[in-house]
C-alpha cells in the first residue's frame, strides 16, 4: 500500500496586518491570470502603477481589525482544522493497511505555507499518493483551478510526480448541506429567527460564468438545497455576491445593493450566512460582518446578523473525513 497524504488547500492572508506584508500578498494574489485575466502588459501597468501604490495601506488596516493573538484568523483556523482532521484520520485509519501514519498539511495558494510548502512536507514524509482537498465547495476557475495551478507547476521540474486525487468541488455534497442548514438552526436557537436569510457568496465577473465556469450555478445550487432542508419559502431568503473588484460586471444581485434595497424597503432584520468560505477571513469577519452591516443599518434596518463560517466545527471535519476517506480506502 503506497503511502498517503493529505493536502489541505485555501486562499490565503499576509503574513503580518502591516502595508508591506499586504502589498506582498495582494501583489501575489493579483498576478495570477486565474483572477485577473486581462492583457499583462496593461494590467502590471494597472497593478504596479495604481493597485499596489494605495491599496495596501487600506486593506491592512482592515486586517488590523480582525487580526488575533493567534494571527491571521484564516490560516488560525486552517491549522485547527488539520489538527482535528489529522486525529479523525490518525483514529480510523491507522492499522496495517493503511501505514502507520496518513500525513495532513496546509497550503495557501498565495502567502505562507504555499504550495510548494505543504507539497514539500508530504514528500518529506515519503508520500506516494497525495489527496488535495481546495476548501472550496463551489468551483471557480479562480480559486480551486488556481490550486491545480500551482501543483502543476510545483512538479514541473520534479523528478517522481506521486498519484494525486483532487477534490474538485462538495457543494451539493448531502454532509455540506447538512451542516450549513444545522449552523443556520443553532444560530437561530440562540438568537431567533430573522425576516430574512440572506446567502451571501464572493463574487465573480459576469463573463466567468458566461465562458462556463460553474460557480454561480453551483451556488445557486447549494442554496436550493439549504433552503430545501430548512423549509424556507420564497419570500424567506435571497441569494447575493459580494466583494466586487473593478469596473466590469459582476454576478448579480450584490450584497450591498440588495441589502441597501432591503432596508428601504421596510425589512427590519436579516441574518447573513456565506456558504462559499470554509473559514472566516477578512470577506466574512470584516467585509461582510462589519461593513454590509453597516450598510444595512445605516439604510433603515435594525438587526443584522452574521452566521459564523464551519470553521472547525466537528460537523466541518466529519465532512472533509467523508470527502478523502473513499480516497483512502481506494
Given at each position: 500500500?503506497?503511502?498517503?497524504?493529505?493536502?489541505?488547500?485555501?486562499?490565503?492572508?499576509p503574513?503580518?496586518?502591516?502595508?508591506?506584508?499586504?502589498?506582498?500578498?495582494?501583489?501575489e494574489?493579483?498576478h495570477?491570470?486565474r483572477v485577473?485575466?486581462?492583457?499583462?502588459?496593461?494590467?502590471?501597468?494597472?497593478?504596479?502603477?495604481i493597485?499596489l501604490?494605495t491599496?495596501p495601506?487600506?486593506?491592512?488596516?482592515?486586517?488590523?481589525?480582525?487580526?488575533?493573538?493567534e494571527g491571521?484568523?484564516?490560516?488560525?483556523i486552517?491549522?485547527?482544522?488539520?489538527?482535528?482532521?489529522?486525529?479523525?484520520?490518525n483514529?480510523?485509519f491507522?492499522?496495517q493497511?493503511?501505514?502507520?501514519?496518513?500525513?495532513?498539511?496546509?497550503?495557501?495558494?498565495?502567502?505562507?505555507?504555499?504550495?510548494?510548502?505543504?507539497?514539500?512536507?508530504?514528500?518529506?514524509?515519503?508520500?506516494e499518493?497525495?489527496?488535495?482537498?481546495?476548501?472550496?465547495?463551489?468551483?471557480?476557475?479562480a480559486?480551486?483551478?488556481?490550486?491545480?495551478?500551482?501543483?502543476a507547476?510545483?512538479y514541473?521540474?520534479?523528478?517522481?510526480?506521486?498519484?494525486i486525487?483532487?477534490?474538485?468541488d462538495?457543494h451539493?455534497?448531502?454532509?455540506?448541506?447538512?451542516?450549513?442548514?444545522q449552523?443556520?438552526r443553532?444560530?437561530?436557537?440562540?438568537?431567533?429567527?430573522?425576516e430574512?436569510l440572506l446567502?451571501?457568496?464572493?463574487?465573480?465577473p459576469?463573463r466567468?460564468?458566461d465562458?462556463?465556469d460553474?460557480y454561480?450555478?453551483?451556488?445557486?445550487?447549494?442554496?436550493?438545497?439549504?433552503?430545501k432542508?430548512l423549509?424556507?419559502s420564497?419570500?424567506?431568503?435571497?441569494?447575493?455576491?459580494?466583494?466586487?473588484?473593478?469596473k466590469e460586471?459582476w454576478?448579480?444581485?450584490?450584497?450591498?445593493?440588495?441589502?441597501?434595497?432591503w432596508?428601504?424597503?421596510?425589512?427590519e432584520?436579516v441574518?447573513?450566512?456565506?456558504?462559499?468560505?470554509s473559514?472566516?477571513?477578512?470577506e466574512?469577519?470584516?467585509e461582510?460582518?462589519?461593513?454590509?452591516?453597516?450598510t444595512?443599518?445605516?439604510?433603515?434596518?435594525s438587526?443584522?446578523?452574521?452566521?459564523?463560517?464551519?470553521?472547525?466545527?466537528?460537523?466541518?471535519i466529519?465532512?472533509?473525513l467523508?470527502?478523502?476517506?473513499?480516497?483512502?480506502?481506494?
Amino acid at each position: 500500500m503506497k503511502k498517503q497524504g493529505v493536502l489541505l488547500c485555501n486562499l490565503g492572508t499576509p503574513d503580518e496586518p502591516t502595508t508591506q506584508s499586504v502589498r506582498r500578498y495582494l501583489g501575489e494574489f493579483l498576478h495570477d491570470k486565474r483572477v485577473v485575466s486581462i492583457s499583462r502588459w496593461i494590467w502590471c501597468l494597472i497593478l504596479h502603477g495604481i493597485i499596489l501604490r494605495t491599496r495596501p495601506q487600506k486593506v491592512a488596516k482592515l486586517y488590523r481589525q480582525i487580526w488575533t493573538k493567534e494571527g491571521s484568523p484564516l490560516l488560525a483556523i486552517t491549522q485547527k482544522q488539520r489538527k482535528k482532521l489529522q486525529n479523525e484520520i490518525n483514529d480510523r485509519f491507522i492499522d496495517q493497511r493503511y501505514g502507520k501514519h496518513v500525513p495532513v498539511e496546509i497550503a495557501m495558494a498565495y502567502g505562507n505555507p504555499s504550495i510548494a510548502d505543504g507539497l514539500q512536507a508530504l514528500k518529506n514524509q515519503g508520500c506516494e499518493r497525495v489527496i488535495v482537498l481546495p476548501l472550496y465547495p463551489q468551483y471557480s476557475s479562480a480559486t480551486t483551478a488556481s490550486i491545480f495551478d500551482r501543483i502543476a507547476k510545483y512538479y514541473k521540474n520534479e523528478f517522481f510526480v506521486p498519484e494525486i486525487s483532487y477534490v474538485g468541488d462538495y457543494h451539493s455534497h448531502p454532509h455540506y448541506i447538512h451542516s450549513l442548514a444545522q449552523s443556520v438552526r443553532k444560530f437561530r436557537e440562540r438568537h431567533g429567527e430573522s425576516e430574512k436569510l440572506l446567502f451571501s457568496y464572493h463574487g465573480v465577473p459576469q463573463r466567468f460564468s458566461d465562458n462556463g465556469d460553474p460557480y454561480e450555478k453551483q451556488c445557486r445550487n447549494t442554496t436550493a438545497l439549504v433552503v430545501k432542508e430548512l423549509g424556507l419559502s420564497e419570500d424567506d431568503y435571497a441569494i447575493s455576491f459580494q466583494s466586487r473588484f473593478g469596473k466590469e460586471e459582476w454576478v448579480k444581485p450584490y450584497t450591498d445593493e440588495l441589502l441597501t434595497e432591503w432596508a428601504k424597503e421596510g425589512v427590519e432584520s436579516v441574518q447573513v450566512i456565506s456558504p462559499a468560505f470554509s473559514a472566516d477571513c477578512l470577506e466574512t469577519l470584516e467585509e461582510l460582518a462589519v461593513e454590509n452591516r453597516d450598510t444595512f443599518l445605516e439604510n433603515g434596518g435594525s438587526e443584522y446578523q452574521y452566521i459564523p463560517a464551519l470553521n472547525d466545527d466537528k460537523a466541518h471535519i466529519e465532512l472533509m473525513l467523508q470527502l478523502i476517506e473513499q480516497r483512502l480506502l481506494n
